[in-house]
């Protein structure tokens, strides 16, 4: 009986923090050199975790570069050319892009190509559609063209909500499916 109290007990608390969402931003820099960052934040911010990870300055590359091991490449391409493996993993997706909510998005791109007429033809459709969405509060996107010269700079930053609890269901699924048994067998043996 006191077992069945503290086995519910645990699995009501796991659902109660499940509930809490998870915030998270992505930043995206264009410039001289290509800049990602994803900030993640959970628990009132008990969890934070940052990617790429910085801490403070770099240190130095003291061993040489390793050539990927061929067996991950082989078991991504087989991953990719299975059907049931690319529904399973388009599944998960859809799955955890469906939780997501977008709470803010600005964007600032500047696109040139080296003709004129071709960033006209790519910036024209893109440029009318960005204004669409920037007519949402949430979102303000700007796509401008340059046509003096062949250029890609800008930034994107997205702040999104997403609620765990949310996610049990879909990940559940996958992990029962073969191919997230065959990839949870893969990362555990690795």
């Known amino acids: 009986m006191i077992a069945g109290i503290v086995i519910g007990s645990i699995i009501g608390a796991l659902a109660l923090v ?5 915030y998270g931003t992505v930043e995206l820099q264009v410039e001289e050199e290509f800049g990602f960052r994803v900030k993640l934040r ?3 911010g008990a969890f934070k975790r940052q990617f790429p990870r910085r801490n403070g300055k770099a240190a130095p590359n003291t061993r040489e ?4 091991e061929r067996g991950q490449f082989q078991f991504a391409r087989e991953m990719l050319t299975d059907d049931e493996a690319r529904s399973a993993i388009g599944k998960l997706l859809r799955g ?5 909510k977008m709470e803010r998005l600005e ?4 696109l040139g190509l080296d ?3 071709a960033t006209a033809m ?4 893109a440029g009318a559609a960005s204004v669409l ?8 996107i700007w796509l401008l063209p340059v046509f003096e010269e062949a250029t890609c700079t800008g930034y994107l930053q997205a702040v999104f909500r997403c609620r765990p609890i949310r996610l049990v269901h879909t990940v559940i699924r996958f992990l029962i499916s073969q191919t997230g048994r065959r990839i949870a067998r893969r990362m555990i043996l690795r």
């Open 65 to 68: 570069p390793s050539r990927p």
């Open 18 to 22: 499940l509930c809490i969402p998870l």
């Open 96 to 100: 955890v892009f469906r939780t997501v």
């Open 133 to 140: 969405l920037s007519l949402n509060t949430d979102y303000d």
């Open 107 to 110: 964007a600032d791109f500047r």
């Open 42 to 44: 959970w628990l009132f």
């Open 122 to 125: 790519v910036c024209g459709p």
């Open 115 to 117: 003709d004129p007429a």
